[in-house]
Structures are given as C-alpha cells and as structure tokens.
C-alpha cells in the first residue's frame, strides 16, 4: 500500500472546519436535548395521566425510529408542510428531538432509584414539590445519572456524522468531498477516525472524573 500523508497536511483546515462544526451541532444538541429530555422525564413521572402517556408516545415514537428518518423529514419533508430550514438549523432539531428521549429515560430512571420514602418525609416536613425535587432528589439523581448520560453524549458525537447527509458541512461530509478529489481514503479517512476518537475520549476522560467526583460516600 502506497500511503501519501502530505494530502493530510494539505486538506487539514478543510478537516478543522469540519470537526468545529461536528462539535457546534454536539455541544447545541447536548444542551437542548438535555433540557428538553428533563422536561418530559418530570412529564413521565407526573400525577398528571395525560402528561404521563403523552411523555410516553413521544419516547416510544422517537426511541423506535432511527436519527437519520427524523433528519430526512425535517430538512426534505417538512418543507411540504411550509417550513423550511436551513441545513444546520434541520439537523440541530433533529438530533435534538431524538436525543431528548434517550435523555429522558436517564433521567427519569435516575430520578425514580431515589427511594420514595425520601420524597415523602420532605414532603412531609412541609417542603413544597420544587424544594424536594431541588434539595433531595435530583442532587443525588445527578450521581446516578452521569454515567450514562456521558455514554449517551458520546453516542451523539459519533451520530451526528449522519448530519452529513443533509448537506452540513461536518467533519464526515468534509472528509467524503476530500476523498472525491483526492481518492486518499485510507489517509483522509483515517484522520477524520482518530479526530472523531479525539472527542469522544475528551468525554470520556470527563466521565472518569465526574464518576470520581460525585461518587457516593460509601463507595
């Protein structure tokens, strides 16, 4: 095998470019599906019947469907229906929509292996729901929750390479046109894997010490 790595050193910033963009859409769709997984997760666990089984269509709708079907209607679909996004904006949206039921689930499950009895004897002492939600339960949800929110983070980074395929220039989609011109896959290819690996080892390193710093005292 003949190897050129001067066409890396060549078409680098292009990659650059591409990985800010990777990491613009990741960091947009991590806050916003985080806010709006916690929202349904409450939702899930509501006294409210109808909030409950709502909260529970659009988990079952968005876990049963794959990122790339909500990406395609969106950007292709929705503009039948007279909206229409740019690229960025579409896949922002998208991978938020499915990504906020993933998180929702974490959270939820979270919240609920705090014992009820808990729940029960702040509410006993007079603390108003958003108080024991706020001192008791989620301070220690957020120990139990961390692991596999960063494992779901980590999923979003290498899932948000699908946003290539509706025009975003990303570090996948950048990395594709390079091959096309210069026909160093093995080369072009292989940087845009170990730039992906950056990334996800970057969260990786944050979940050892978010492990580690909110472990439980008797760990």
Not at 178 to 207: D, F, P
């Amino acid at each position: 095998m003949n190897l050129d790595f001067s066409v890396v050193a060549q078409y680098f910033p292009l990659l650059l470019d591409g990985l800010l963009v990777t990491v613009e859409v990741s960091a947009i769709t991590l806050v916003l599906a985080t806010v709006l997984g916690t929202f349904i997760a409450m939702a899930r666990i509501s006294h409210r019947q109808w909030l409950r089984v709502l909260a529970g269509i659009y988990v079952w709708i968005m876990r049963g469907t794959p990122v790339l079907l909500v990406l395609f209607f969106i950007y292709y679909a929705a503009p039948s229906f007279g909206l229409q996004l740019p690229a960025f904006a579409a896949a922002v949206i998208g991978m938020t929509l499915n990504s906020a039921a993933y998180k929702a689930e974490i959270i939820r499950s979270g919240i609920e292996a705090i014992p009820r009895t808990q729940t029960e004897a702040a509410l006993a002492v007079n603390m108003t729901y958003v108080q024991t939600m706020h001192r008791i339960v989620l301070p220690q949800a957020v120990r139990i929750v961390i692991p596999p929110y960063i494992n779901n983070a980590i999923l979003l980074v290498k899932n948000s390479a699908l946003v290539s395929v509706i025009t975003v220039p990303d570090l996948m989609l950048n990395a594709q046109q390079i091959v096309s011109s210069t026909y160093r896959a093995v080369e072009i290819l292989g940087t845009a894997g170990l730039l992906y690996l950056v990334l996800t080892s970057l969260l990786m390193l944050a979940q050892r010490y978010s492990e580690r710093r909110f472990a439980l005292p008797d760990r």
